[in-house]
């Protein structure tokens, strides 16, 4: 974790990125919106609880973070190619190690799809939003050299997404559906096409050429790595992917245990 030491004053990081306490307690931030999404839709969905999940509030709150996660996805590809980078000889292709971590990623996505289509048939996750970072992970390496570039190619594709969100295109066959063209009469409650998302994804490998340049702080921050609530939320971005696969199932057995909710 790179910390600036007690007993100096902030400064910027001058030793190469192995993890940023910032990051990792924004990405635990990110994780706790989610947790807390999650358990307002199954009292909603299973519970017969009056909560609008989909409209208003919740909506913007479930929006904003995935703009968060996503946001952070692109940053810290730009953090890991660069640390992978100091410690890869010259010359060696980096994008195996992305592809790996891609597909992992979209492998835990297919396990999202099989559940959702055990417990919500109706409305089965194909393109959730580990689907989507899995690809964007893969589909990002050539964008990661491109710097300042990455600012209108991010905003061109929020752009772009947008304009078909609002056009409501739909097609007669899902094999667009990743793009962003989902077939007719489409319903889940978890979809993140690459038009507009990938363009969050390119906005953080953006603004982490602003702020770690190289893969170091580029501005003073003080040290509250040690803080107790930054080190839960350290502990729970440094897990975000186990959390995510993982707190569904607790949340909903909990429910089920306490009464609060019904499955079949």
Same mark, same amino acid.
């Given at each position: 974790?790179?910390?600036?030491?007690?007993?100096?004053?902030?400064?910027?990081?001058?030793?190469?990125?192995?993890?940023?306490?910032?990051?990792?307690?924004?990405?635990?931030?990110?994780?706790?919106?989610?947790?807390?999404?999650?358990?307002?839709?199954?009292?909603?969905?299973?519970?017969?609880?009056?909560?609008?999940?989909?409209?208003?509030?919740?909506?913007?709150?479930?929006?904003?973070?995935?703009?968060?996660?996503?946001?952070?996805?692109?940053?810290?590809?730009?953090?890991?190619?660069?640390?992978?980078?100091?410690? *890869?000889?010259?010359?060696?292709? #980096?994008? =195996?190690? $992305?592809?790996?971590?891609? %597909? &992992?990623?979209?492998? +835990? /996505?297919? !396990?999202?799809?099989?559940?959702?289509?055990?417990?919500?048939?109706?409305?089965?996750?194909?393109?959730?939003?580990?689907?989507?970072?899995?690809?964007?992970?893969?589909?990002?390496?050539?964008?990661?050299?491109?710097?300042?570039?990455?600012?209108?190619?991010?905003?061109?594709?929020?752009?772009?997404?947008?304009?078909?969100?609002?056009?409501?295109?739909?097609?007669?066959?899902?094999?667009?559906?990743?793009?962003?063209?989902?077939?007719?009469?489409?319903? *889940?409650?978890?979809?993140?096409? #690459?038009? =507009?998302? $990938?363009?969050?994804?390119? %906005? &953080?490998?953006?603004? +982490? /050429?602003? !702020?770690?340049?190289?893969?170091?702080?580029?501005?003073?921050?003080?040290?509250?790595?040690?803080?107790?609530?930054?080190?839960?939320?350290?502990?729970?971005?440094?897990?975000?992917?186990?959390?995510?696969?993982?707190?569904?199932?607790?949340?909903?057995?909990?429910?089920?245990?306490?009464?609060?909710?019904?499955?079949?």
């Amino acid at each position: 974790m790179t910390n600036s030491p007690p007993s100096q004053s902030p400064q910027p990081s001058t030793r190469a990125f192995d993890r940023l306490w910032e990051v990792d307690a924004l990405r635990g931030v990110a994780i706790l919106m989610m947790v807390l999404y999650h358990l307002l839709f199954d009292l909603s969905a299973l519970g017969g609880f009056p909560i609008d999940v989909y409209t208003g509030f919740w909506r913007l709150w479930a929006r904003a973070t995935a703009t968060l996660f996503i946001s952070l996805a692109g940053l810290s590809l730009t953090l890991s190619f660069a640390l992978a980078r100091g410690r *890869t000889a010259p010359g060696v292709s #980096l994008f =195996p190690k $992305f592809l790996r971590r891609g %597909l &992992g990623v979209f492998g +835990c /996505g297919l !396990l999202v799809t099989a559940g959702t289509w055990l417990l919500y048939p109706d409305e089965v996750v194909t393109f959730g939003i580990l689907h989507f970072i899995g690809a964007g992970i893969v589909l990002a390496y050539p964008f990661l050299r491109l710097g300042w570039w990455n600012l209108p190619l991010g905003l061109g594709c929020l752009a772009a997404g947008l304009a078909l969100q609002s056009q409501n295109v739909a097609l007669p066959f899902p094999w667009l559906l990743w793009v962003g063209l989902p077939p007719v009469r489409y319903a *889940t409650f978890d979809y993140f096409p #690459l038009l =507009p998302w $990938f363009g969050l994804i390119l %906005l &953080g490998i953006w603004l +982490c /050429g602003r !702020l770690y340049a190289g893969g170091r702080r580029a501005f003073p921050l003080p040290d509250l790595g040690g803080a107790p609530p930054v080190r839960l939320l350290d502990f729970l971005g440094r897990h975000s992917l186990l959390i995510y696969l993982i707190h569904q199932p607790i949340l909903m057995g909990g429910l089920v245990l306490l009464g609060i909710i019904w499955l079949g």
